[in-house]
T-cell receptor, first 111, second 115 residues
Framework: AQSVTQLGSHVSVSEGALVLLRCNYS??????LFWYVQYPNQGLQLLLK??????LVKGINGFEAEFKKSETSFHLTKPSAHMSDAAEYFC?????????FGAGTILRVKS | EAGVAQSPRYKIIEKRQSVAFWCNPI?????LYWYQQILGQGPKLLIQ????????DSQLPKDRFSAERLKGVDSTLKIQPAKLEDSAVYLC?????????????FGPGTRLLVL
């Protein structure tokens, strides 16, 4: 069964700095992988997803993630953090059309 | 395009009481999901509907939780009787179909506090 681990429950970066949120998955089958963002008191919004093909996936708001099979990782990055990026980020793995979520990483952006 | 609607947004009840949540998915979406998100954890799937049929309810505590989607559109999730550990955000999501890696669209959630 699919499981997803997010390293670091809280990440703090300065405005303009690189954002790196870590996600590792375990699966015996080729995975589908997703990153969602959740702003306070809102539902989850899809940032990007990997299904097949190109391993570097570009999403909304300048985020991207790279699927690395050898490392079983799908880390989320953004070159320059904005204050508006402060939120909670969830990595999820899919088996068929079912999602298994990691525990989430809260991103804080300091001015 | 209107998103997934949920009500109420907040609910406070005492243990052993009952509560119901309502979800209206995006128009035309055949698949509907209910998730439970406990503080500090990621969402956990409770039940999945395809039109008005249940596809997966393996993680639904059926002794106290029930859900229905009678006409294949709106859905209700009920807890009776509630326990303290049911305090969580209940998220509804919908997707166009049930293909692999189909994008799920989430509502704002209902935040439940059981005292």
């Amino acid at each position: 069964a699919q499981s997803v681990t997010q390293l670091g429950s809280h990440v703090s970066v300065s405005e303009g700095a690189l954002v790196l949120l870590r996600c590792n998955y375990s699966s015996s089958v080729p995975p589908y992988l997703f990153w969602y963002v959740q702003y306070p008191n809102q539902g989850l919004q899809l940032l990007l997803k990997y299904t097949t093909g190109a391993t570097l996936v570009k999403g909304i708001n300048g985020f991207e993630a790279e699927f690395k099979k050898s490392e079983t990782s799908f880390h989320l990055t953004k070159p320059s953090a904005h204050m508006s990026d402060a939120a909670e980020y969830f990595c999820a793995g899919g088996e068929g059309n079912k999602l298994v979520f990691g525990a989430g990483t809260i991103l804080r952006v300091k001015s | 395009e209107a998103g997934v609607a949920q009500s109420p947004r907040y609910k406070i009840i005492e243990k052993r009481q009952s509560v119901a949540f309502w979800c209206n998915p995006i128009s035309g979406h055949a698949t509907l999901y209910w998730y439970q998100q406990i503080l500090g954890q990621g969402p956990k799937l409770l039940i999945q509907f395809q039109n008005n049929g249940v596809v997966d309810d393996s993680q639904l505590p059926k002794d106290r939780f029930s859900a229905e989607r009678l006409k294949g559109v709106d859905s209700t999730l009920k807890i009776q009787p509630a326990k303290l550990e049911d305090s969580a955000v209940y998220l509804c999501a919908s997707s166009l179909g049930d293909r692999d890696a189909e994008t799920q669209y989430f509502g704002p959630g209902t935040r439940l506090l059981v005292l």
